[in-house]
């Protein structure tokens, strides 16, 4: 395999605070890759850095072979590189399919939406089809389940073609049932797509990772199969010695 994202020696540094500090990470071209780790360990932040909105200090990011340094955020979208957000951005009062379409939207030429259309182009179509919300098309995007809105996120950015796909905690709030689509729509969305997801649910790792990345205080601990960060004692610290703190304060408040 290839490397898809190579990132090098980052750091970020708020205010004398080094939220990044360090940090390597390869993902291969195919990879469905979890980045885990402890409130604060900085996983949203580095999303952040590889998508754009936020300047690293020092280091490197490099995608597809080329350096992202100065691209701004909707030049990476158009590279290839999409992400949801943990707050939603679909827009309520379209249809799902409306809202696929904006999405899609953005990566098309200006002639081609200036030309009326007939029938549903051939990206949403696969977007509908790989969430499996077809049947939802006409709905509004208000009325839908929590993770039925997820799964659209999702939609949305597959329809925009990216070629990475970076999702922040897609089964967060998800009832058991959602988890175990959200897992399989992941693993489909892989076979075709780099996927990297943030998730802190060990349950829900255990049965859809392979391979994971924990991060602590900014730097990797440990890269590995689940097994194997699962049974690192730095790993069982970091989140043993959490919960142990997280404890200590609910005894004290
Ligand atoms: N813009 C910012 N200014 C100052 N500090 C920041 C900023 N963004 C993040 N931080 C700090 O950087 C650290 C890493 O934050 P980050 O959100 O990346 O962690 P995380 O691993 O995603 O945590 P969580 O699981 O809670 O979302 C935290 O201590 C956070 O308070």
Redesign the pocket.
């Known amino acids: 395999m290839t490397a898809l994202l190579e990132v090098r020696d980052l750091a970020v540094v ?2 004398g ?1 080094r ?1 990044i500090d360090g940090v390597d990470f390869t993902v291969d071209s195919g990879e469905l890759r979890f980045l885990i ?1 402890p ?7 580095l999303i952040d850095i590889i998508t754009g909105l936020t300047k690293p200090t020092t280091g490197t990011v490099v995608f597809d072979g080329n350096s992202l340094a100065g691209k701004r955020e909707h030049e990476r979208v158009r590279l290839g590189i999409g992400r949801t957000f943990q707050t939603s951005v679909v827009f309520e009062d379209l249809t799902v399919l409306e809202n696929l379409d904006l999405a899609a939207s953005f990566r098309r030429p200006l002639w081609s939406l200036l030309r009326r259309r007939k029938g549903v182009i051939a990206a949403v179509e696969q977007a509908l089809e790989t969430t499996g919300l077809a049947d939802l098309a006409p709905r509004k995007a208000g009325v839908l389940s929590h993770g039925q809105r997820q799964w659209l996120e999702i939609g949305m950015l597959i329809a925009q073609g990216p070629r990475l796909l970076l999702l922040d905690e897609p089964v967060a709030g998800m009832s058991s049932e959602e988890r175990a689509r959200t897992g399989e729509l992941l693993t489909s969305i892989a076979k075709d797509h780099t996927v990297i997801v943030i998730e802190h649910d060990m349950e829900f790792l255990r049965r859809y990772a392979s391979q994971v990345t924990v ?1 602590h205080e900014g730097k990797v601990l440990i890269e590995g199969s689940v097994d194997e960060v699962r049974a690192d004692p730095r790993v069982q610290e970091v989140y043993l010695g959490r919960a142990r703190e997280e404890a200590a304060h609910d005894a004290v408040t």
């Open positions: 708020f205010d605070f939220a780790g409130n604060g360990a900085g996983k949203t932040t991060l």
